[in-house]
């Protein structure tokens, strides 16, 4: 049986533990030999892009794939330290065959990744991973001589990913005090620098890496510290980013956090409002909160939800033909300007909102009335038993108490052995209260 290598999002895990340099070296060689079998590449020597974060086990692992890419005669591109959806974008730009991104995400420091990204930079689908993973550690024929790859820097990453994500605005952002929270990761250098290319006064927060302070307490997943900068700035607005700067959340002028849902919605009626939402729909996921379908809903936006994760929602804006789709974890993809979630894109649009209505962030983000929302994790049960005739009927219940002005939704883990029960209602004490019956209903039937 082939070895399970790639997750949701490539290949992840401890650096030097799971995510080695040897499996960095077959990696690379796997995935030059698959794409060259497909007819992935355009020319006679294919070409490959690779970019990192800023955790310091990206330097062996960064030089590990891109050994194995040389050794098997792809050229080779090296941006060094460039947000996911930076090399995404140089990806395409570049007319490179491969993009290959050595990170973690919002993972925590000691973690790291790798992700390959295929031609116009998207990311590969699970049948050509699955083939890469039959083919680490095969025996091959080796390129000599001449055939192996050539090995180049690039030096106008930085400035060329900047200048696309400036083109995406129709006015400047000037007297509008921004916080950035860099999380110490991808965009230190390449977020400031862009907002302020793009008019804003910008204050940069953690945008100091040594290679092992990527997400310490900062980014998205660590909102307090980017809150009271804002307040002690007096900023108009914070925006945090995680590791690889393909994610953002934010915090209006009051220090309140405006989440994932709130962006999209903002960023969903400027589309609309201009004529340029397509099909006057939006792509969400299962995991958005009510209120934000009810504002899209009063707005005439339709909503499609898919399964959590972001390559699901890609999957249903490259099938339906949207241009906007994301989760309420701040992953948002504007398909219009990129392949992946763009943090520094959306704080950019978000900007261009306020800048456009002359409203703040917190007048804008009142469009979504978020209710409260309770995520209870039931562990040690049959994930796949959520189909229990008795589960169903106290599901069916609890929803036809809860009525419009809440929701149920139980939801198997992905990689664990639990069922997530999330429920939102009109109060955070009537969400628990039914969150917590329901996990008791899951936990005796589906005890393992």
């Not at 730009?93 to 973690?111: C, E, Q, R, T």
């Not at 890496?209 to 914070?238: F, Q, W, Y």
């Not at 919605?265 to 939006?282: F, I, N, P």
Request: hydrophobic share 45%.
């Amino acid at each position: 049986m082939t070895q399970r290598i790639f997750g949701t999002d490539g290949a992840r895990g401890l650096a030097n533990g799971e995510i080695t340099a040897e499996l960095a070296v077959d990696l690379g060689v796997a995935a030059a030999r698959v794409l060259v079998d497909h007819g992935a590449f355009s020319g006679q020597r294919p070409v490959a892009v690779v970019g990192r974060d800023t955790r310091i086990s990206g330097q062996f692992l960064e030089h590990a794939v891109v050994a194995g890419l040389a050794s098997a005669g792809v050229d080779v591109i090296r941006l060094r330290v460039l947000p996911t959806p930076g090399v995404a974008y140089l990806t395409d730009a570049l007319g490179a065959d491969v993009g290959v991104v050595i990170s973690a995400s919002h993972n925590p420091m000691p973690d790291n990744g790798i992700k390959f990204l295929a031609r116009g930079g998207v990311k590969l689908d699970d049948a050509l991973e699955r083939e890469i993973e039959a083919h680490v550690g095969e025996p091959w024929d080796r390129p000599v001589g001449g055939d192996v790859g050539r090995v180049t820097p690039y030096a106008r990453s930085v400035e060329e990913y900047a200048d696309h994500l400036v083109a995406t605005l129709d006015r400047p952002l000037s007297a509008i005090r921004v916080v950035l929270d860099c999380a110490n990761g991808a965009a230190s250098v390449v977020g400031p620098h862009t907002l302020r290319a793009a008019g804003a006064d910008v204050i940069a927060l953690n945008d100091d890496p040594d290679g092992l302070n990527i997400n310490e307490r900062c980014g998205s997943t660590h909102l307090e510290g980017l809150s009271k900068a804002v307040l002690e700035r007096g900023a108009d607005v914070g925006f945090a980013l995680d590791g690889d700067a393909d994610r953002c959340l934010a915090v209006d002028h009051t220090g309140a956090t405006v989440d994932g849902d709130q962006l999209m919605a903002m960023m969903a009626l400027d589309l609309h409002e201009t004529g340029r939402l397509a099909h006057d729909a939006v792509v969400a996921t299962v995991m958005s909160n009510l209120g934000f379908l009810q504002a899209m809903r009063q707005a005439g936006i339709t909503v499609h939800q898919t399964a959590v994760g972001d390559r699901y929602v890609l999957e249903t804006m490259r099938a339906g033909g949207f241009n906007l789709g994301g989760e309420q974890s701040g992953h948002i993809i504007m398909r219009e300007h990129a392949t992946t979630g763009d943090g520094i894109l959306t704080a950019l649009q978000v900007l261009q909102r306020m800048s456009r209505t002359a409203s703040s962030l917190r007048d804008l983000a009142s469009v979504v009335t978020r209710l409260p929302q309770i995520l209870v994790n039931v562990p040690g049960v049959d994930k796949d038993g959520t189909d229990d005739p008795e589960l169903v009927a106290a599901v069916a219940v609890e929803q036809d108490k809860l009525g419009d002005t809440g929701r149920v939704l139980l939801r198997p883990s992905g990689t664990e052995p639990l069922v997530r029960v999330m429920v939102e209602a009109a109060s955070s004490e009537e969400a628990a209260a039914v969150a917590q019956r329901l996990a008791d209903v899951v936990r005796r039937r589906l005890a393992l």
